[in-house]
């Protein structure tokens, strides 16, 4: 019996496996069309991962290395082979995938799409009225998916391998904090009117503690210390198109915490459960009960809801109040506005970067923490101020 084909580490090498002079390894198979096909990799289980690949395409009965199948069928063969990854990033790519497939792109080859189809696809959707940041979702999707194709020889060329902001112009809003006089304005302006009144200790929460507004609507009255006057955040609550409401883990672990409840937040929380209505039977969502945040139906409120409540108060303040200018709020503002005055306070960066979740603190200041010049001329009155007091102590 012929003695089995081994790697440099004394792994023994399956039908198909070799390793070259220079360790690459490389698997040999034949093609649904007969054709002789080789592919790379610079490790085994790399390589096997292609393997396996490779076998799932043929078992489906697709003419995956002849780029014959569909735009749909290479999605679906990318999403088959993503196992490290969250169930909820999961249901986001299917929800693209759909609406993919309710294109011309969705039932078209591979082999058959050219980049020029895939500005154009990019350019119609942004016509429909899809934004840009949305698109760049689509275009990630895409991109990646193709580009297993183009690895695995299927097609020779990747048409999503370009960057949006080419074809596209990018009209996201940069992302602005609440001034502490906006602040006060806005809380003045919720608390005065009657419709709106209802979510001030919600505003408030958020702009004490820098919640994202899934966590704070996942948040369950075991959350909350009021002994210790802690906040445990390990849950976010969502909305998705086909499941309805779930529950999601943090966007990573940096997003389970336990973070300080202020005095302001204490009471608001303290006043928020006092509103809370009294319910026969608790809603649950997926084995979770007991949220501290619930609409008027005493369903769990969602992130998409507030953002519909803060959107329709934001309207209703521009057309009262024409003459003071007031950023566009959406529920993340009043994040980027914690953050913010967090950062101006002087915390510590790792322990704001905790508070806020973040998995790099360069996220906590780079993207959330905004200086102005009011701040800025603060910082060097105090700097100053700290020279002078060191002069005169060495004098």
Same mark, same amino acid.
């Given at each position: 019996?012929?003695?089995?084909?081994?790697?440099?580490?004394?792994?023994?090498?399956?039908?198909?496996?070799?390793?070259?002079?220079?360790?690459?390894?490389?698997?040999?198979?034949?093609?649904?069309?007969?054709?002789?096909?080789?592919?790379?990799?610079?490790?085994?289980?790399?390589?096997?991962?292609?393997?396996?690949?490779?076998?799932?395409?043929?078992?489906?009965?697709?003419?995956?290395?002849?780029?014959?199948?569909?735009?749909?069928?290479?999605?679906?063969?990318?999403?088959?082979?993503?196992?490290?990854?969250?169930?909820?990033?999961?249901?986001?790519?299917?929800?693209?995938?759909?609406?993919?497939?309710?294109?011309?792109?969705?039932?078209?080859?591979?082999?058959?799409?050219?980049?020029?189809?895939?500005?154009?696809?990019?350019?119609?959707?942004?016509?429909?009225?899809?934004?840009?940041?949305?698109?760049?979702?689509?275009?990630?999707?895409?991109?990646?998916?193709?580009?297993?194709?183009?690895?695995?020889?299927?097609?020779?060329? @990747?048409? +999503?391998?370009?960057?949006? #902001? *080419?074809?596209? &112009? =990018?009209?996201? $809003?940069?992302?602005?904090?609440?001034?502490?006089?906006?602040?006060?304005?806005?809380?003045?302006?919720?608390?005065?009117?009657?419709?709106?009144?209802?979510?001030?200790?919600?505003?408030?929460?958020?702009?004490?503690?820098?919640?994202?507004?899934?966590?704070?609507?996942?948040?369950?009255?075991?959350?909350?210390?009021?002994?210790?006057?802690?906040?445990?955040?390990?849950?976010?609550?969502?909305?998705?198109?086909?499941?309805?409401?779930?529950?999601?883990?943090?966007?990573?672990?940096?997003?389970?915490?336990?973070?300080?409840?202020?005095?302001?937040?204490?009471?608001?929380?303290?006043?928020?459960?006092?509103?809370?209505?009294?319910?026969?039977?608790?809603?649950?969502?997926?084995?979770?009960?007991?949220?501290?945040?619930?609409?008027?139906?005493?369903?769990?409120?969602?992130? @998409?809801? +507030?953002?519909?409540?803060? #959107? *329709?108060?934001? &309207? =209703?303040?521009? $057309?009262?109040?024409?003459?003071?200018?007031?950023?566009?709020?959406?529920?993340?503002?009043?994040?980027?506005?914690?953050?913010?005055?967090?950062?101006?306070?002087?915390?510590?960066?790792?322990?704001?970067?905790?508070?806020?979740?973040?998995?790099?603190?360069?996220?906590?200041?780079?993207?959330?923490?905004?200086?102005?010049?009011?701040?800025?001329?603060?910082?060097?009155?105090?700097?100053?101020?700290?020279?002078?007091?060191?002069?005169?102590?060495?004098?």
């Amino acid at each position: 019996m012929a003695e089995r084909r081994k790697d440099n580490k004394g792994r023994v090498l399956r039908k198909g496996e070799s390793q070259r002079k220079d360790l690459l390894y490389q698997y040999r198979y034949t093609d649904v069309t007969g054709q002789r096909k080789t592919v790379y990799a610079k490790a085994l289980p790399d390589l096997r991962e292609k393997e396996r690949q490779i076998e799932e395409a043929k078992n489906a009965g697709v003419d995956y290395q002849s780029g014959k199948i569909t735009v749909l069928e290479l999605l679906e063969i990318f999403i088959s082979v993503k196992k490290n990854v969250k169930p909820q990033t999961i249901r986001l790519y299917n929800e693209r995938i759909t609406v993919i497939g309710r294109t011309w792109l969705g039932p078209k080859r591979i082999c058959e799409v050219k980049q020029t189809d895939a500005k154009q696809w990019f350019v119609e959707r942004s016509n429909e009225g899809k934004s840009y940041n949305t698109l760049r979702g689509f275009s990630a999707l895409l991109k990646v998916a193709f580009q297993m194709a183009y690895d695995e020889y299927a097609i020779k060329r @990747n048409p +999503f391998s370009f960057n949006l #902001r *080419d074809v596209l &112009r =990018n009209d996201t $809003k940069k992302k602005e904090a609440l001034t502490p006089e906006q602040q006060r304005i806005w809380l003045e302006f919720i608390r005065s009117k009657k419709c709106y009144r209802r979510h001030y200790h919600q505003y408030v929460i958020l702009l004490e503690t820098g919640m994202r507004i899934s966590e704070f609507c996942g948040l369950t009255i075991k959350d909350l210390d009021f002994e210790a006057r802690t906040i445990r955040i390990e849950r976010q609550l969502a909305k998705m198109q086909k499941h309805g409401l779930i529950i999601q883990e943090p966007k990573s672990s940096s997003g389970i915490r336990t973070i300080p409840m202020t005095d302001t937040a204490y009471e608001s929380f303290k006043a928020l459960l006092a509103e809370r209505p009294k319910l026969a039977e608790e809603p649950v969502v997926d084995g979770v009960s007991g949220f501290v945040l619930l609409n008027i139906k005493g369903c769990p409120t969602t992130g @998409n809801a +507030f953002d519909g409540i803060v #959107r *329709d108060a934001r &309207r =209703n303040f521009q $057309k009262m109040h024409p003459d003071i200018e007031m950023p566009d709020i959406t529920p993340h503002t009043f994040r980027h506005t914690f953050c913010t005055n967090m950062a101006n306070a002087g915390m510590d960066p790792k322990t704001l970067q905790y508070i806020m979740g973040h998995a790099t603190v360069n996220m906590t200041l780079n993207h959330y923490a905004h200086t102005g010049s009011e701040q800025a001329i603060e910082q060097m009155e105090k700097l100053n101020l700290r020279s002078v007091e060191k002069a005169n102590i060495s004098e």
